[in-house]
Structure formats: C-alpha cells, structure tokens
C-alpha cells in the first residue's frame, strides 16, 4: 500500500508561537502533495498544493505569509502555522499523489491557546 | 450551489443491510471519482475510485457513475459494524498527479451489531 505519515499528531501551542507539520511519503516518492484543512463534522478544504522544488500554488483565501509550505524532496513537505491565533485551532491534512490517486496522512491536531 | 453535493446524514443501519450512499455535482468537467472513508479523528482513507461513467465493484463495495445526470453512488453490501464511520465523495478534473480533488461534506454512517 501508499503510506502517508504526520508528525505531531497532535499539538498544543500558545497564541502567538509557530507550529512545524511534517508530512512523508513512506513507501513511494510524491512530486506532488496537498494540504487540507478540516473542522469539525465538516469536509475537507484544500490550502495549497505543493510540488517538489518549486513554491507552493495556495487557494483563494489562504494567507501565504502564515502557512508556510516548503516541499524539499519527494518524500517531505512540511506546513508551517506562522504566529498561530486560536482561530488557526484545526485538523491539518496532508496528502502525497500517487498517479491520479491521493494517498491521506492521519492528521494533525492543532490547538493554539 | 456548491460544486459538490452530499447528503451528511447521519445514516444509521442494521447490521447485514445494504447501505446506499450518494453525491450529485453541478461541474460537467468532473472526469475521475473517488469514496474515501474516514474514521473520526483519523485521515481519509481512498476505498475506491472510476474513471468517468461505470460501475466498479471491489468486495461487498460497489461504485457507481452516472455523468448523465452528475450523479454518484457507493453501495455497500453485507455492512459490519467496522464501516461505521464517515464517507466522502470526491472528484477531480483531471488526472495526472498535480491534480485537485473537491470533496463533498461527507455523509456519517453507524452500522448497528
């Protein structure tokens, strides 16, 4: 199978700090991984897409200056919460592209307090 | 109107039935279908996917396309209690591995022992 990981799994941050989620592709190399966002009993919602060696491409209304996308090799990307508000409080997900299938992590839960 | 349409639910099931759960979209350009399932607090996990208008069957889990009427279905047959969990439709407007999956709310399904 296509094993995606995060780490934290969870975190705890005070308002004000920067939070550091990774996100890897175990057992096959991603040119392409995405970042959701997701609360809750809602859907998941699209950040930004990240390709390897090059900038991230974000969605419409997501601050670039606060969530932090750097995509180093083929199996890493890595999501940088920037001077994190309570409102930032959320379920991270990324996801590693594999053909034209989509290959989830577990999540990260972030609370900023 | 939102691109992607999905009833949230809850649905709950006697064990052994047949659980039907279903997406309507309003975007012609959709060519690739994709469930996922997601337990709570977990990351989606990819269940099956179809190329354009068909069905497709794996195990007690069949999908359906109908691009006619921008209509998809996943049947699941012989439900356990370890389906229980959170359903979502997907669906992307290309194939290739940069491309963007736009999801539906999600429907929650409990199937009762």
């Known amino acids: 199978g296509a094993v995606v990981s995060q780490h934290p799994s969870r975190v705890i941050c005070k308002s004000g700090t920067s939070v550091k989620i990774e996100c890897r592709s175990l057992d096959f190399q991603a040119t392409t991984m995405f970042w959701y966002r997701q609360f809750p009993k809602q859907s998941l919602m699209l950040m930004a897409t990240?390709?390897?060696?090059?900038?991230?491409?974000?969605e419409q209304g997501v601050e670039k200056d606060k969530f932090l996308i750097n995509h180093a090799s083929l199996t890493l990307s890595t999501l940088t919460v920037t001077s994190a508000h309570p409102e930032d409080s959320s379920f991270y997900i990324c996801?590693?592209?594999?053909?034209?299938?989509?290959?989830f992590g577990p999540g990260t839960r972030l609370t900023v307090t | 109107q939102k691109e992607v349409e999905q009833d949230p639910g809850p649905l709950s099931v006697p064990e052994g039935a047949i659980v039907s759960l279903n997406c309507t979209y309003s975007n012609s350009a959709f060519q690739y279908f994709m469930w996922y399932r997601q337990y709570s607090r977990k990351g989606p996990e990819l269940l099956m996917y179809t190329y354009s208008s068909g069905n497709k069957e794996d195990g007690r889990f069949t999908a359906q396309v109908d691009k006619s009427s921008k209509y998809i279905s996943l049947f699941i047959r012989d439900s356990q209690p370890s389906d229980s969990a959170t359903y979502l439709c997907a669906m992307s407007k290309s194939g290739g591995s940069n491309y963007k999956l736009t999801f539906g709310k999600g429907t929650l399904l409990t199937v009762n022992p």
């Open positions: 990240s390709n390897e060696g090059s900038k991230a491409t974000y």
């Open positions: 996801s590693a592209s594999r053909a034209f299938e989509q290959y």
